[in-house]
């Protein structure tokens, strides 16, 4: 783990791993809900593929919060955090159910690579909650993971130069849907109604790192 100063008021963690920027986001985010010490100037907790960065307020020691972050690191390292490792990871996690029409042009491609039938890719996807680790690439885009690991699939070859608003698709670990009309790479499975990305709704995105996703097949499919 290396811990980098941007700007005066926030630090950016690397870290190896997917897996360790959740573990390491969950542990600070209830350091930072109880709010003690270094915690108390931390505004916000942004992860992504391997960083996390905490936004904190003016005029922070970000010295004596670098060293917070490392031995709270540590701590979840060696597993000394009985708190994390004794609650539920999911109790005050956010819960979005999705309709999905899963008639995507991809379906068949997906049932080829997996070896799963369209039905069964389709149980798959709607057979496992998955969780939001992080956004980007799109406002409203989020990047899903903890789905059923058969699912894996590689992106196109060749992406498409556009990819309708509500589209859903696969792609590695990841599930996601396009908020609105771009080009993308991924195995289009479905696609949903549900509106990702609102200006005027607060949060604007439907969908925040921690939430819990559940899709669910529309009526007729």
Do not use: K
């Not at 936004?55 to 670098?66: E, F, K, N, S």
């Amino acid at each position: 783990m290396r811990i980098l100063p941007m700007g005066d008021a926030a630090l950016l963690v690397e870290t190896g791993d997917l897996a360790t920027v959740l573990a390491l986001e969950r542990h600070l985010t209830r350091l930072v809900r109880r709010g003690e010490g270094p915690w108390a100037t931390v505004d916000d907790l942004v992860p992504a593929a391997r960083t996390l960065l905490l936004v904190a307020r003016p005029d922070t020691d970000l010295a004596g919060l670098a060293a917070a972050v490392t031995a709270a690191g540590r701590n979840l390292a060696e597993g000394d955090s009985a708190e994390d490792a004794g609650s539920p990871p999911d109790a005050d996690s956010p819960h979005v159910e999705i309709a999905v029409r899963y008639d995507g042009p991809d379906l068949d491609d997906v049932a080829r690579l997996t070896g799963l039938a369209p039905n069964e890719v389709v149980a798959a996807h709607t057979g496992t909650p998955w969780r939001v680790a992080f956004g980007g690439f799109s406002p409203g885009f989020a990047y899903l993971v903890g789905g059923d690991p058969r699912l894996m699939v590689p992106r196109r070859a060749e992406p498409r130069p556009r990819v309708p608003a509500g589209a859903v698709g696969l792609a590695g670990e990841f599930s996601g849907i396009y908020p609105r009309e771009s080009p993308g790479g991924w195995q289009l499975i479905g696609r949903t109604d549900a509106p990702l990305w609102d200006p005027d709704r607060d949060p604007p995105a439907l969908l925040s790192p921690g939430a819990l996703v559940r899709f669910v097949a529309a009526a007729g499919c």
